[in-house]
């Protein structure tokens, strides 16, 4: 049995745009399709997939979705389908997955079966990229716009380096050090083909750590360049590393981000790990 979650809010398809795509979902045998109706119930949903013995649970989404339903599936025999239709759809490039909705539906309901890496920021299970200082006060900025889009990234990332200021981090060796911006990063993007860690891969038990130095305003504009570019391991500012476990302390209240979730952090004390090949991904 297929399970098909919907987030209706997800996107900006037009009424009719969207109603071509439950037609074609209706034609699917051997599924249901269910829609979400607040925050946390594509989670719930998935939940009750399980509990149902679903084969494959499919979401329709953004990258808020596709956390919520992944995050119920992780360590289980019940494999996750995308099929994206947010503005960023991070997890699904890195994985080639089709933007064109009935393309990605073949692929949710036909394609292979993978198994790839899970990534935890202290209990809480993350799939593409988390992260603290620059990126995590833009996605808050991005948050409280009407607009959706890379466009309206762009112009938040413009907005908020006028008052962003270096965030100061401790590491487990009580050394302390400022820095712009630090990045979790299990897939290799955050989205709209931005690539803050070119290089990052799914299946190779391993997370990297992008460190970004204190910038100047043009150092700033260099780096935003080297994200589409696929190179921001060349900018003198940035630090990538790999590892399967980091340690590290902010002030508790700091921002962060998980898979584009804007979050405030409520601890001192912080650990990122990984759990190699827990979650079956269909591509």
């Known amino acids: 049995m297929i ?41 719930e949903l998935a939940c009750q997939a399980i509990q149902r013995s679903a084969t494959k649970v499919i979401a329709i989404g ?37 933007l064109n909705f009935s393309k990605a539906l073949q692929q949710a309901t036909q394609g292979n079966e993978v198994q790839i890496d899970v990534a935890y920021w202290n209990q809480d299970a ?5 992260g603290i200082g620059f990126d995590a006060y833009v996605a808050h900025q991005f948050a409280k716009g009407k607009k959706r889009g890379l466009l309206t990234y762009i112009k938040s990332s413009f907005q908020s380096i006028l008052t962003y200021q270096s965030l100061k981090i401790q590491d487990s060796n009580s050394i302390q050090e400022d820095i712009f911006s630090m990045t979790f990063a299990n897939a290799n993007q955050f989205g709209n083909n931005a690539y803050i860690s070119p290089y990052s891969n799914l299946q190779d038990g ?52 998980m898979d584009g979730e804007n979050l405030r952090t409520k601890e001192f004390n912080h650990t990122i790990k990984i759990i190699p090949k827990y979650l079956r991904v269909i591509v």
């Open 62 to 98: 953004g990258d808020g979705t596709i956390h919520e339903i992944a995050s119920a599936l992780v360590g289980s025999n019940t494999a996750l389908g995308i099929i994206p239709i947010g503005s960023g759809n991070g997890l699904a490039r890195h994985l080639g997955i089709h």
């Open 206 to 257: 391993n997370f990297e750590v992008v460190k970004v130095k204190p910038l100047t305003i043009w150092e700033s504009a260099q780096l935003g360049i080297s994200l589409f570019l696929k190179n921001i391991n060349q900018h003198k500012k940035v630090k990538i590393q790999s590892c399967q476990r980091y340690e590290f302390s902010v002030p508790i209240g700091t921002l962060y981000h």
């Open 126 to 130: 993350f799939f593409c990229t988390a």
């Open 3 to 43: 399970h098909f979650i919907y987030n209706p809010n997800s996107g900006s398809k037009s009424n009719a745009s969207k109603k071509q795509m439950l037609q074609k979902l209706e034609k699917i045998e051997n599924s249901e399709l269910h829609f979400t109706e607040y925050a946390g119930h594509a989670h």
